[in-house]
């Protein structure tokens, strides 16, 4: 039962971390366009020669 | 995109810097373009710029724009003057982007300018934003290397709304990830309470008690802010709104719990406080988006933006591929242009001499020159804008209906809360019932379907300017479509031609369309082309003809009186018709020599609406100005048992109102503004908008496109949604009648009341976004004969 005197804090801890992670990323622009992103990674765009 | 310049100068102040771009914050380029506006003199590097700042004053957006108009005088105009290394920023609307291909070439495309900094396109929203250095490139050229792939790009002020759109939505999400993670991790440290019976210790529920305390305060504080100022704001206007039972009970319910938690006794329920902010967040997010994907055409409206630099009168020519600045008449080129901004239909219109122009759509092929008939505020797509705006401030009378017995609603619930909470001493019985019972779902069901209905028709060709109108829509039983110009496309073709003299038909023919050659009135279009005659002094005699020398012989086309007076006798006997502007004679000084019988062609799509509506169960009427022979004509074409003609407006009206007195719900096609009368009179209104002032029009839907099948497409439209939103208040009404005593009998624990309020939330968002589609197969038969009627023109 003693190991609850450490964890929950920590729990807490970690919530607040995720959730400042979280807005760091929010605000980075992560979030604004969410379907572009995942078919980016179809293209090529290294080949010499492409518009 | 048009450059006029309005002066000379080297785009330099007084400091010596490079001016900024008023809009843009561009450096102006060298033949600088100066306006007055808001009460100064502002300075633009193109006239996109100029268009969008000066429409933003002068088109009537305030409603828009009033949050720009608010904060300070553009400080970011100024910016870049402050750093002289400053990099050159802009957001560009993309036009033409279908598909993530486009835009990944677009960005390639971008990415490959000189001096380019930073180039994201974005697909959701269709928008680029550019960042360049300023000595190696400017706008127009970027804008010009987009074109040279075949999109368009049109500059506006990422300051304004888009920011306003993307902080809304980064806000909604911080919030919603709030409420979501911390009600995930409360709820962890509620869990051994609820299964450990008792065997849990004291200090060990304490250490729970307190981790959640300290993660449901920023649940509270931070993400449930908009149901607390949403409450602020309703005790300022002393009104019982929504957001004041909710915030109250998630304020009396953390309140409670805290106290619980300090003095170390009784109930806690901070998983069900962070639960219900969780579900109440999603239900609004989800409004959110919502009305985002559905106001997206209006929004495409509202940024394109008629250039207010031009005046009536003046000529101005379209290269291809761009977009017309105003509304105007073609005098020279024969092109094709998309006017799907402003009718949602994307086919292209043929643009010959004579057609009209609206601003904002697009020319395809050739140059064309047109001569501005109006510009800015007063073109069409201003117009529309305004309209479609106020639309979407009106309400049905049973949204408002339903808005009151909502706010009536939430005080009943208030005092049940508060008298049960008295009566049973206990705090957590009136959080239930002020959670349980908050008519939240009664407010949320009908803005999000009307919102969605009125964008759907808005891109099918029908402009919604009172909402009120959906209601009377949906009972509709009678449609009285006018003839002219609503079944007919107002112009005129030759029916019938009697040779009267020695000519036979095809010298009778030429001679009138070489007399008419000279003409712009609607007539001469009905003779078409072919073979002409030298005619010498053509002499256009308003209100009665033409006349000119042909070999020598005066000759004249026009009325029977008009050539009467030539002829010096009547016109022989057996096509001896009653007078009517539809016949048209020719005779020169010595015989009569034709007699043409000239009508209106019909619309290729009124045989399919009056079907469609007949399959609908509304019973089609046809009232005509027109003799009755003419109108009846009509109606055993298509089919129409109800026909009455030679009608006056005002006979109309009666029409209309006998009609009304037997219990009918008519609704009136007519062209809008010889109608005016009978529009107003009828319970719904169509009036056809195409190429008339939309603003003049008086009428409940704007058919802007002239395509008959957006009549059908409203009514089906509205049926479904009114049926929707009826479903909707019957939904949140039953749960709330059946929650009420429930909750105030004390049987409903908070955790209970969350989740059945939200749940009732999220149902009625649900049922708000079932499609509100017709048939495919009415659509595909009226698009494929629009095209033909467009070959009229």
Same mark, same amino acid.
């Given at each position: 039962m003693e190991s609850l005197y450490l964890l929950v804090p920590l729990s807490v801890v970690l919530v607040f971390l995720s959730g400042w992670l979280f807005w760091r990323s929010l605000e980075s622009g992560q979030f604004d366009d969410l379907e572009r992103p995942a078919q980016e990674l179809l293209a090529d765009d290294d080949r010499p020669g492409q518009p | 995109m048009i450059f006029i310049n309005t002066g000379g100068g080297t785009g330099r102040d007084h400091r010596g810097w490079?001016?900024?771009?008023?809009?843009?914050?561009?450096?102006?380029?060298?033949?600088?373009?100066?306006?007055?506006?808001?009460?100064?003199?502002?300075?633009?590097?193109?006239?996109?710029?100029?268009?969008?700042a000066r429409t933003i004053v002068e088109g009537g957006f305030e409603a828009y724009y009033r949050t720009r108009t608010q904060t300070a005088p553009a400080p970011r105009e100024a910016a870049p003057l402050e750093l002289p290394d400053a990099q050159g920023e802009a957001a560009l609307i993309l036009e033409g982007v279908r598909c993530a291909a486009c835009v990944w070439l677009i960005e390639q495309v971008l990415r490959r300018q000189p001096g380019m900094v930073r180039a994201d396109v974005n697909y959701t929203t269709q928008r680029a934003q550019l960042s360049w250095d300023p000595a190696q490139n400017n706008l127009p050229d970027i804008v010009r290397a987009i074109r040279a792939v075949g999109y368009d790009a049109v500059p506006y002020d990422p300051q304004? #709304?888009?920011?306003?759109?993307?902080?809304?939505?980064?806000?909604?999400?911080?919030?919603?990830?709030?409420?979501?993670?911390?009600?995930?991790?409360?709820?962890?440290?509620?869990?051994?309470?609820?299964?450990?019976?008792?065997?849990?210790?004291?200090?060990?529920?304490?250490?729970?008690?307190?981790?959640?305390?300290?993660?449901?305060?920023?649940?509270?504080?931070?993400?449930? #802010?908009?149901?607390?100022?949403?409450?602020?704001?309703?005790?300022?206007?002393?009104?019982?709104?929504?957001?004041?039972?909710?915030?109250?009970?998630?304020?009396?319910?953390?309140?409670?719990?805290?106290?619980?938690?300090?003095?170390?006794?009784?109930?806690?329920?901070?998983?069900?406080?962070?639960?219900?902010?969780?579900l109440l967040l999603a239900a609004r997010y989800a409004q959110l988006a919502a009305t985002r994907r559905a106001t997206a055409m209006l929004d495409r409206l509202m940024r394109w933006t008629p250039s207010a630099a031009l005046a009536p009168g003046e000529r101005i020519t379209i290269a291809p591929g761009e977009r017309v600045p105003a509304d105007g008449i073609v005098e020279a080129g024969a092109s094709s242009a998309d006017e799907s901004l402003l009718t949602g239909e994307s086919r292209a219109v043929p643009k010959r001499p004579g057609d009209a122009l609206v601003a904002g759509s697009v020319n395809f092929e050739q140059p064309l020159t047109m001569r501005v008939t109006r510009a800015g505020a007063d073109t069409q797509a201003a117009a529309i804008t305004r309209l479609a705006e106020r639309a979407a401030g009106e309400k049905p009378g049973l949204v408002e209906a339903a808005d009151r017995l909502g706010r009536h609603l939430t005080a009943v619930v208030l005092l049940v809360a508060l008298g049960a909470a008295l009566y049973w001493g206990n705090a957590w019985v009136a959080v239930a019932v002020l959670v349980a019972t908050c008519p939240c779902a009664l407010g949320l069901a009908a803005p999000i379907v009307l919102t969605r209905a009125n964008a759907r028709l808005l891109a099918q060709g029908a402009l919604i300017t009172r909402s009120s109108a959906h209601a009377p829509l949906e009972r509709v039983t009678d449609i009285v479509l006018d003839k002219t110009g609503t079944l007919t496309t107002g112009r005129l073709t030759l029916a019938q031609l009697t040779p009267l003299g020695r000519h036979d038909r095809e010298i009778c023919l030429a001679l009138a369309r070489s007399l008419e050659a000279s003409s712009r009135h609607p007539v001469s279009r009905a003779f078409g082309a072919g073979p002409i005659v030298t005619v010498e002094a053509p002499c256009n005699v308003p209100g009665c003809g033409i006349e000119a020398r042909v070999d020598a012989r005066r000759v004249r086309i026009g009325a029977e009186h008009f050539c009467e007076a030539l002829v010096g006798s009547p016109p022989p006997g057996p096509c001896h018709p009653n007078f009517d502007a539809r016949w048209v004679f020719l005779a020169d000084e010595s015989e009569w020599l034709a007699a043409f019988e000239l009508e209106d062609a019909v619309r290729p799509a009124a045989a399919a609406l009056v079907e469609a509506l007949r399959k609908r169960g509304v019973e089609v009427h046809l009232a005509s100005g027109d003799r009755l022979e003419v109108g009846a004509a009509l109606a055993r074409l298509l089919w129409i048992d109800r026909v009455a003609g030679g009608m006056s407006p005002q006979d109309k009206c009666d029409y209309v109102e006998r009609l009304q007195r037997t219990g009918r719900v008519v609704a009136m096609v007519g062209d809008g503004l010889n109608d005016a009368p009978v529009l107003a009179r009828a319970d719904v209104s169509f009036a056809m908008g195409s190429g008339a002032d939309a603003a003049q029009l008086r009428a409940d839907i704007v058919l802007t496109g002239n395509r008959l099948g957006a009549v059908v497409d409203a009514l089906d439209t509205s049926r479904r949604a009114m049926r929707l939103i009826r479903q909707n208040f019957g939904w949140a009404l039953a749960y709330n009648a059946a929650v009420l005593p429930a909750a105030a009998a004390g049987w409903i624990g908070p955790w209970e009341a969350a989740l059945g309020m939200a749940a009732s939330s999220i149902i009625v968002m649900l049922n708000a976004s079932r499609p509100l589609a017709t048939p495919e197969k009415w659509k595909a038969s009226t698009s494929s004969s629009r095209s033909r009627s467009y070959s009229y023109s």
């Open positions: - | 490079m001016t900024a771009c008023f809009h843009c914050g561009l450096p102006v380029p060298g033949g600088r373009r100066a306006a007055v506006l808001l009460g100064a003199g502002r300075e633009f590097c193109c006239a996109g710029c100029e268009a969008v304004r #709304q888009d920011e306003a759109h993307r902080r809304e939505r980064r806000s909604a999400l911080w919030r919603l990830f709030i409420a979501g993670f911390g009600a995930m991790q409360v709820m962890m440290y509620a869990f051994p309470a609820y299964i450990s019976e008792g065997e849990l210790s004291a200090e060990a529920n304490e250490v729970m008690r307190w981790a959640s305390l300290l993660i449901t305060l920023p649940v509270l504080l931070i993400a449930c #802010q908009p149901f607390f100022a949403g409450a602020l704001r309703e005790l300022g206007n002393r009104r019982v709104g929504l957001d004041t039972p909710i915030a109250l009970g998630l304020a009396g319910g953390f309140a409670a719990s805290a106290w619980a938690t300090v003095a170390g006794a009784g109930e806690v329920y901070f998983d069900s406080i962070s639960m219900l902010a969780f």
